[in-house]
């Protein structure tokens, strides 16, 4: 099993910045992929950001390109979402993600097998 603890949510104006955390633990595998979901009331929860294992390569959702930026502490078994310039639409419930069995970047929900609580991010106009 592996336990995924997202922090540092919170409230933010337009265009000002946050950074999120989602520490791993338990039973860490050698490779593992890992992404950024969000859910806003009545959507579904979309891809923001995947990494791979390695972290060379990653994925951005069209909507937060150029604005956030995910990266990975493989030593600390820990993956960040920097957010940047942010917008009231990107206020949602953000969720950690790992995908157990892929080194590359997995951008499909479905895929990934462990989830953390979600941690919220409003952003005030």
């Known amino acids: 099993q592996v336990q995924l603890v997202e922090s540092g949510g919170g409230l933010v104006q337009a265009g000002g910045s946050l950074r999120l955390s989602c520490a791993a633990s338990?039973?860490?595998?050698?490779?593992?992929?890992m992404g950024w979901f969000r859910q806003a009331p009545g959507t579904e929860r979309d891809i923001v950001a995947a990494i791979s294992w390695s972290g060379g390569t990653t994925y951005y959702a069209d909507s937060v390109k150029g604005r956030f930026t995910i990266s990975r502490d493989k030593a600390k078994n820990t993956v960040y979402l920097q957010m940047n310039s942010v917008k009231p639409e990107d206020t949602a419930v953000y969720y950690c993600?790992?995908?157990?069995?892929?080194?590359?970047?997995?951008?499909?929900?479905?895929?990934?097998?462990?989830w953390g609580q979600g941690t919220q991010v409003t952003v005030s106009s």
């Open positions: 338990g039973r860490i595998l050698s490779s593992i992929a």
């Open positions: 993600a790992a995908n157990r069995r892929s080194q590359v970047v997995v951008v499909s929900a479905a895929e990934y097998d462990y």
